[in-house]
T-cell receptor
Framework: GAVVSQHPSWVICKSGTSVKIECRSL??????MFWYRQFPKQSLMLMAT?????????EQGVEKDKFLINHASLTLSTLTVTSAHPEDSSFYIC???????????????FGNGTRLTVT | AQSVTQLDSQVPVFEEAPVELRCNYS??????LFWYVQYPNQGLQLLLK??????LVKGINGFEAEFNKSQTSFHLRKPSVHISDTAEYFC????????????FGTGTRLQVFP
């Protein structure tokens, strides 16, 4: 089955530094990937839609300059948390849909998430 | 605007008992409906989905859900739960005319006790 790999699974960084999270579709091509943020014991909040070869579409309230998204290939999207602060600590999850499948029946495949802790 | 409501934040149940996790949605257009399960520190795994056709949908791990258009509900059920079903369950909707953007409910923590 289709697999989405997220790396790293855990990361601890100091306040003010930047952290990059990778999301890879291992056995399929993904024109579109999605980045979610999940606070403890809360739901997933969509941050942005990542489109291969074009700019990401951010949801209202998400800082574009804070959360940089790059989708340079059909199998890789990256999320960079710039100048991270403790309030950015969260669980970040990506998902991807397979290119070429119709939106009607296109399943979303989720990565296992990245736990970011900013000290 | 579309929204998803999961009224129960936590559902405790004993092993082998039946369970129902409630989900209601609000949308002015047709939607596709999903249930996902999340184990600790992991991503989401699709349990089942409703796209069209039969309103009773069967998924993995013995779960099923019924789409009720008049009540705008999509409740998840399992006749007999196991300890291993302990997890967080999310209901989600996707707009029929849109892309793959999902709107999630707040989740229900299912805790199965021996």
């Amino acid at each position: 089955g289709a697999v989405v790999s997220q790396h790293p699974s855990w990361v601890i960084c100091k306040s003010g530094t930047s952290v990059k999270i990778e999301c890879r579709s291992l056995d399929f091509q993904a024109t579109t990937m999605f980045w979610y943020r999940q606070f403890p014991k809360q739901s997933l909040m969509l941050m942005a839609t990542s489109n291969e070869g074009s700019k990401a579409t951010y949801e209202q309230g998400v800082e574009k300059d804070k959360f940089l998204i790059n989708h340079a290939s059909l199998t890789l999207s990256t999320l960079t948390v710039t100048s991270a602060h403790p309030e950015d600590s969260s669980f970040y999850i990506c998902s991807a849909s397979q290119t070429g499948t119709s939106s009607y029946n296109s399943p979303l495949h989720f990565g296992n998430g990245t736990r970011l802790t900013v000290t | 605007a579309q929204s998803v409501t999961q009224l129960d934040s936590q559902v405790p149940v004993f092993e082998e008992a039946p369970v129902e996790l409630r989900c209601n949605y609000s949308s002015s257009v047709s939607v596709y409906l999903f249930w996902y399960v999340q184990y600790p520190n992991q991503g989401l795994q699709l349990l089942l989905k409703y796209l069209s056709g039969s309103t009773l949908v069967k998924g993995i791990n013995g779960f099923e859900a019924e789409f009720n258009k008049s009540q705008t509900s999509f409740h998840l059920r399992k006749p007999s739960v196991h300890i291993s079903d302990t997890a967080e369950y999310f209901c989600a909707v996707r707009l029929s005319y849109n892309t793959d953007k999902l709107i999630f409910g707040t989740g229900t923590r299912l805790q199965v006790f021996p």
